[in-house]
């Protein structure tokens, strides 16, 4: 079947032009009894404009180059022919699509910005300027101390691989502009591209993957977000240096701190997803630092029940030790009672008969358990005489040593696993 050249475009044409395409049929790919074309491929990213981790995406402008050889094309001569890109519509060019892409355009100020370029022996130079926003699927556990890998797909939409071929052109150098791209949160690391296949249900199609691995720069929400966080958690120890007698002043600065601290909770989530199964680095330091400023509440709260209820004693602490001491012995004297009680019983029941074997075993049960019991019990009232406050005001002297501790000790190994695990 023999297609209209251009639908009368040829007659405007120069005359190389007209004898290349006269009798070519667009809608059929080079080679096309002869096995597949192979199409080479190039590109320059001229800008990553926007990553977002809501929409887990990126936004970028690319000039995308493809080239490939078709026989139909070739002249005599020693230059190559540049066309305006308007006679796109009068070659075959590949169908090449990019896979994870959400929304893309090509950009036609003030013309469609396309390049058409045609060698003596055939070669088709096509180039395009594209701007794409892609999917990127993102790891946000260790956020903002992360790293993303990103991809750029391309494959054929409708030629299978024994249609065409697509390959890199030059390899990994075959995308440029990375090494001086700029970008504002991140610094890319590596980048290297790949040769596949896709798979579906109506064939196998050529692939060619970029991937690029980006890496978050922390020094912004190092000064965003967790410098305040730590000086937020140091200022509610103030609260330790202030005398017990000062409520006002201790209640102020730990529901202040509370408040800010939840302020700052609430603002560091504006720029991430609402709702995601990601538990990141960032909420895990928050919720460390409100943990500590809220127990530095706490701290409050039990030192002034403690002072309270020594106050309202009666009796002098050494009375009031020896009270403690009689209801111990008590209690154990109860359960010493309660083990020698049986052991009675079957004495007086020795002398009327003779106990069996099984009775003898059944009294030494017993007699392991209630000193099983006794045991435990001396090792409660050992662990309650430690958490015995005699004096309360010293609560805040070991809460001057130990909040400022487990703070430095939680940090050091926060940093650690986050940094380089």
Excluded at 14 to 40: A, C, E, H, W
Excluded at 95 to 115: G, M
Excluded at 277 to 284: E, H, L, N, Q, R
Excluded at 368 to 390: G, P, Q
Aim: with cysteine; glycine share 4%; hydrophobic share 40%.
């Amino acid at each position: 079947m023999q297609i209209p050249e251009a639908d009368g475009k040829s007659e405007i044409l120069p005359p190389t032009i007209q004898k290349i395409i006269k009798g070519y049929n667009k809608y059929l790919r080079p080679f096309f009894d002869n096995g597949p074309v192979s199409i080479g491929m190039s590109m320059d990213i001229a800008s990553i404009d926007t990553i977002s981790e809501i929409n887990m995406d990126y936004t970028a402008t690319i000039f995308l180059r493809q080239r490939w050889t078709d026989e139909r094309l070739c002249f005599d001569g020693n230059k190559s022919l540049s066309l305006d890109g308007r006679l796109v519509e009068m070659l075959w060019v590949p169908d090449t699509f990019i896979v994870d892409s959400k929304k893309s355009f090509l950009h036609d100020v003030t013309v469609e910005n396309r390049l058409i370029r045609i060698y003596p022996n055939g070669t088709v130079l096509y180039a395009i300027r594209i701007t794409t926003t892609v999917s990127c699927s993102m790891d946000l556990t260790k956020y903002p101390m992360d790293k993303q890998t990103c991809t750029l797909q391309l494959e054929s939409w409708g030629y299978n691989i024994n249609d065409v071929m697509f390959y890199w052109t030059r390899g990994n150098d075959s995308v440029r502009g990375l090494d001086t791209l700029q970008l504002a949160q991140y610094t890319v690391e590596d980048h290297f591209t790949s040769v596949t296949e896709a798979v579906y249900e109506t064939g196998r199609y050529p692939k060619l993957v970029f991937h690029f691995e980006l890496k978050r720069n922390i020094l912004y929400f190092i000064l965003e977000t967790y410098v305040p966080s730590i000086l937020l958690v140091v200022l509610s120890w103030v609260s330790f240096w202030i005398s017990q007698s000062s409520v006002p002043a201790r209640i102020c600065i730990g529901v202040t701190t509370v408040l800010t601290m939840t302020t700052l909770m609430m603002g560091a989530r504006t720029s991430l997803p609402n709702a995601n199964c990601f538990i990141k680095a960032i909420d895990v330091y928050l919720g460390i630092c409100f943990s500590f400023i809220f127990g530095a509440l706490l701290e409050y709260a039990v030192t002034h029940f403690c002072t309270l209820h020594q106050l309202s004693s009666k009796e002098p602490p050494k009375i009031i030790d020896d009270d403690d001491e009689e209801e111990k012995n008590g209690v154990l004297a109860a359960v010493t009672n309660s083990c020698s009680a049986p052991d009675n019983t079957n004495k007086t029941d020795s002398n009327k008969s003779k106990q069996t074997s099984t009775d003898r075993e059944r009294e030494r049960s017993q007699h392991r358990v209630c000193s099983s019991a006794m045991s435990v019990m001396k090792r409660l009232f050992c662990i309650f005489d430690c958490f015995h406050v005699k004096n309360p005001y010293h609560i805040d002297n070991y809460a001057r040593f130990s909040f400022p501790l487990s703070f430095i000790i939680i940090n050091v190994l926060y940093w650690v696993y986050y940094l380089y695990f």
